[in-house]
């Protein structure tokens, strides 16, 4: 890892880079440090676990989620297990993250909230530029099966927050969204934000990707006392619950 530093550093000082204008160098030292960043990333034997897992659920079903995405969620499970409250996941797809956190906790209870018939109708018109309705469908025999080994697990099928009765009462620790749309990531928000315990950790896909997820935290977030920190090489944000 020194040596691919090194060697980065090296190569700057020596080519004409530095004559650029500034916004192609600062371009170019993004991408380097990414480059970095990826290789510490496979490199590292502490990551050897969870690329092992990765690997497994991949072979199992679909992951619309990249290896940096997936292990930042490996993460936020692990460390918010001394956290007070359970697990949710909203936009489960084919199970695959769902597979990820199942795997990574043994005490937690998830509950697993998806229309398990794709996107539902998108009305606001940034989303309407990169998601339709019915995207993205897996049916509810498909997550169970998927799941099926894993104890503690609670299928919620139809949109939410209709179907947030059963948990109304409940404690979150960790809470990860895929929901891609502004008006459904604003109700996810609007649910979870009260019910999550303080250090408890919250990641949603499609952050800064989409407009409709950005600007719904942008606004849910304006008046709030935690910040929205953007994931490095991922496109994910997550806020700590203060």
Known sequence: MDNIKTSAI????T??????????????AMYCTAAIRIHSFYSNPTNAHVLNILKKIKKETEMLLNDFEANQIYMAVKKTEKIEGDIAEVGVYKGGSAKLMCETTKKKSIH???TY???????????????????YIATLDYVKNCLKKYARVYFYKGFF????TPVKSKKFSFVHLDVDIYESTRSCL???YPRMSR????????????????????EFFKDKPEI????PVCDQCLIVKL
Do not use: C, M, N
């Open 117 to 135: 018939e794709g996107l539902p109708d998108v009305s606001d018109t940034e989303s309407q530029k990169q998601f339709k309705k019915g995207e």
């Open 161 to 164: 927050p209709a179907t947030s």
């Open 10 to 13: 090296k190569w700057i000082t």
């Open 190 to 192: 609007a649910f979870f």
């Open 15 to 28: 080519t004409k880079l530095l004559s650029l204008p500034r916004r192609y160098i600062g371009s170019i």
């Open 112 to 114: 697993l909230f998806d």
């Open 228 to 231: 929205i920190v953007e994931v």
């Open 199 to 218: 250090g408890g950790i919250l990641i949603s896909h499609d952050y800064p990707g989409s407009k409709g997820v950005k600007r719904a935290f942008d």
